[in-house]
């Protein structure tokens, strides 16, 4: 069996430092799923993780604290008031919170993130993370998976204790949502004016998407100067506009987390996968989620008690895959995230 000459000549591209094209990612997207080439894809990807970030991994704990019926109506999204997964407005009790992440923090979180609705308050929001920020290690890193803002209020999680935040230009987004992309990129730079930084990711990725979806949404990314990038596929809501459409395989998701990887360039330390497998490891991830809480891609109340891993558990699957794991505070989620 013979290489294709094109790909390696895009591949080693990357390997020389440059930015590959939108033509280049496109084709990279088209090789044959199972072929030498794509294994070569994966295979680089994996190497130029390792080297990038030497060697080394990061488990980042979620911490849902709210579920409602949210008004944005993501249709791959548990949470959407139109998909029914659920009806009543609740919301973690504070010592909970505290609980989990204490759990993430003495597991060996390097990061934990807390998650709202779509439609949270942000002054509820920020009021409990300063709470929060009180109960924690100094050194824990805590980030924001929240819904839209502009640059006042990127300055209030600032000061309520945030290092950064996770924003996505979504697939489908303002068609399978009704959040329009300029929108979430005006929060992107809102947060970095601020002086967040912003972690990205190619999702929720299914079935149905074009290549040229994929390759807009890897380029908008990119555009955003991440600390990391990454793909994760879109896990099935029952009843859900997109249940028709099914589930992408770990392999394809693996595969579309490798053409991230090569995408991104050599600089960028971060290349995540979600949901955390070792396929995705060996493949461009240094980056996985334990999840606790509340979860979009979940119909258990409790994602801890469904599809959400623990933080042991992530490091287990890196640790199968040969990564060492960073000790402490996270590197992906600091000033010299690249390089």
Not at 2 to 23: C, P, Q, S, W
Not at 108 to 128: P, V
Request: with cysteine.
């Amino acid at each position: 069996m013979k290489m294709d000459i094109e790909i390696i000549d895009i591949i080693n591209k990357v390997f020389d430092g440059y930015f590959l094209t939108r033509a280049e990612i496109s084709r990279l997207l088209t090789v044959t799923p199972h072929s030498g080439e794509a294994g070569y894809i994966m295979a680089s990807a994996d190497a130029i993780n390792r080297d990038a970030s030497n060697g080394k991994a990061e488990v980042h704990a979620q911490v849902g604290i709210n579920l409602s019926p949210c008004s944005k109506n993501c249709s791959f999204c548990a949470f959407a008031a139109q998909n029914k997964v659920f009806s009543q407005k609740t919301e973690l009790p504070f010592t909970e919170i505290i609980k989990l992440s204490e759990k993430a923090e003495s597991e060996g979180a390097n990061a934990l993130f807390f998650m709202a609705t779509g439609d949270y308050t942000f002054s509820k929001f920020t009021e409990i993370s300063q709470e929060i920020r009180k109960k924690l290690n100094p050194q824990t890193v805590m980030v924001a998976n929240i819904g839209d803002f502009e640059y006042k209020e990127a300055r209030q999680l600032k000061d309520a204790g945030y290092i950064g935040i996770y924003h996505a230009v979504r697939m489908g987004e303002g068609k399978d949502t009704k959040i329009q992309p300029d929108t979430r990129l005006r929060t992107v730079r809102a947060a970095q004016q601020a002086g967040l930084l912003v972690g990205t990711c190619v999702e929720p990725v299914g079935p149905e998407h074009t290549v040229e979806e994929i390759t807009e949404k890897i380029l908008i990314g990119r555009d955003m100067k991440p600390c990391y990038s990454g793909a994760m596929r879109r896990i099935t809501i029952p009843n859900s506009p997109l249940e028709k459409y099914g589930v992408i395989s770990e392999y394809r998701m693996a595969f579309l987390v490798a053409v991230v990887r090569l995408a991104m360039g050599t600089g960028i330390i971060g290349n995540c996968t979600h949901e955390p497998n070792i396929l995705g490891a060996a493949s461009g991830a240094n980056l996985f989620w334990a999840e606790a809480g509340s979860n979009p891609r979940d119909t258990q109340g409790d994602t801890s008690k469904g599809r959400g891993l623990d933080v042991l558990s992530c490091i287990k699957m890196f640790e199968e895959a040969d990564f060492d794991m960073i000790k402490g505070k996270s590197v992906i989620y600091s000033n010299n995230s690249t390089r």
